[in-house]
């Protein structure tokens, strides 16, 4: 719990940092983005959390929100994460940022496909569909991020790196690195 106070601290300073270049999370509150790791115990002989990381979600309707959303999660043991995007949309929205892509290729390909952006956040998850989604055809030149299921992009930090008194600044440029991706997909989906 002690731990935990002080990692819904970070959240919030991080959150109030962020607005300054993101104004749509001004007002948000950390409470609305850190996950939860325990389940109810009352009745349990398993005492145990059910997740052994500090994670949170910052977005502009916090770890509920449907839109994009920055993902942090700390825990010992080199399995630090920073990154975010949208995982797993819904049917709609998951068209809706299809269409977008498709419409807009050559804006969306210069924001995650820029030596920065690369460098910054090099793990794309790609949970992709065997074939073209209904609609598009396999020669499409973004072929590659129409098959997506999920638009998450980050990067792995280890424990030093985690650690550091230099985070909360790599914290922060990695935000401003993703936010014209966050702005990319809420365009979409709203």
């Known amino acids: 719990e002690e731990v935990r106070k002080v990692f819904v601290e970070f959240i919030q300073t991080l ?19 850190v996950f939860r790791i325990n389940r109810d115990v009352r009745f ?48 709609k929205p998951l068209a809706a940022i299809r269409q977008e892509i498709d419409y807009n290729f050559k804006e969306f390909q210069k924001i995650v496909e820029s030596k920065n952006f690369k460098n910054t956040l090099p793990q794309f998850y790609q949970d992709s569909l065997k074939t073209m989604p209904k609609g598009y055809e396999a020669s499409n030149p973004a072929a590659e991020y129409l098959r997506c299921k999920s638009f998450v992009f980050g ?20 935000h ?10 809420n365009r979409a989906v709203s």
């Open 15 to 33: 959150i109030d940092e962020m607005a300054k270049s993101d104004k749509t999370l001004i007002g948000q509150q950390a409470k609305n983005a």
């Open 44 to 91: 349990s002989k398993d005492k145990t959390p059910y997740k052994t990381n500090f994670s949170a979600v910052i977005s502009s309707g916090g770890k509920k929100f449907d839109g994009a959303g920055f993902y942090l999660s700390v825990e010992p043991g080199n399995k630090n994460y920073l990154g975010g995007g949208i995982w797993l949309p819904e049917a």
């Open 155 to 174: 990067t792995n930090l280890n424990d030093a790196e985690a650690n550091d008194k230099s985070y909360f600044k790599s914290v922060i440029q990695l």
């Open 176 to 185: 401003k690195t993703i936010l014209p991706f966050f702005n990319f997909l």
